[in-house]
């Protein structure tokens, strides 16, 4: 489950619904090397910023879902999961790595969305719209808008 993550400078609630396919779209998750990468994700868990908090395995591909702190863009997030799990995979099943042809565990694509505890996209852009709507502000707000230096949100 998830929860918010306290620095001393910052607090945060960061997460991102992560796909990989492994090379060539090679079916190479077997229960040995599902149950391998799991562990391999919990080792990263203990060492990173990297909370997994689910990990769904298909034949070709995989799901993860990921909290993390700001300090880790999401491309740093993929990249230390491929290069971490495709190390240790190989090193603790070396018959997977002849599976694949070129001695690449992952594809170079991904991909990666944002993930939202609090709400949708709508309900998020609704509440930053409707901040401020104090006097100062939307007099303020207003007369920008008439100057015609900031547009407003279309409905």
């Not at 799990?85 to 990666?112: C, D, H, M, N």
Request: glycine share 6%; with cysteine.
């Amino acid at each position: 489950m998830s929860k918010q993550i306290i620095k001393s400078h910052n607090r945060s609630l960061l997460m991102y619904h992560i796909v990989c396919p492994t090379k060539y779209r090679r079916v190479v998750f077997c229960d040995k090397v599902d149950q391998l990468l799991k562990e391999v994700c919990v080792e990263i868990s203990n060492r990173y910023e990297i909370e997994f908090l689910e990990i769904g395995v298909d034949k070709d591909h995989v799901h993860f879902l990921v909290q993390s702190v700001p300090m880790y863009s999401p491309t740093k997030i993929v990249k230390m999961i491929k290069s971490i799990t495709a190390r240790e995979i190989f090193i603790r099943a070396p018959e997977v790595k002849k599976q694949l042809w070129g001695g690449e565990f992952w594809s170079k694509a991904y991909y990666v969305s944002t993930v939202g505890k609090s709400g949708d996209e709508r309900k998020i852009a609704n509440y930053v719209r409707n901040q401020g709507t104090g006097k100062n502000y939307k007099t303020l707000h207003q007369q920008a808008s008439q100057l015609g230096q900031i547009t407003l949100f279309e409905e």
